[in-house]
């Protein structure tokens, strides 16, 4: 007796959902890890006295930093407290870009 042609290997049915798997790891989910690890050492660098940009776009200086909370000092040195994860970027970085 001879079985009908349409089975297939289970593996071989599975081999192209495993592939957009793999694709999507590499091109989406990668990057983006390694691009929040590289902030996450970035916000733990500062110091006071380093310049940076808020999410919220707000230009100032570092005054201080505790655990979670950076003290940012703005025009006419008026002070902002901030959660650490607000902060976005070094201004210097907008130099190079340019």
Do not use: C, H
Not at 44 to 71: C, F, P, R, W
């Amino acid at each position: 007796m001879a079985q009908s042609g349409g089975e297939q290997n289970p593996i071989a049915s599975f081999l192209p959902l495993i592939l957009i798997v793999v694709v999507f790891y590499f091109f989406m989910i990668r990057p983006q890890m390694k691009k929040q690890k590289e902030m996450r050492k970035f916000r733990d660098s500062l110091q006071a006295g380093d310049k940076i940009i808020t999410t919220g776009g707000i230009y100032g200086k570092i005054a201080d930093i505790k655990e979670n909370i950076v003290v940012m000092e703005v025009e006419d040195k008026m002070r902002l407290r901030i959660d650490k994860s607000a902060v976005l970027r070094d201004p210097s970085d907008l130099a190079d870009k340019k």
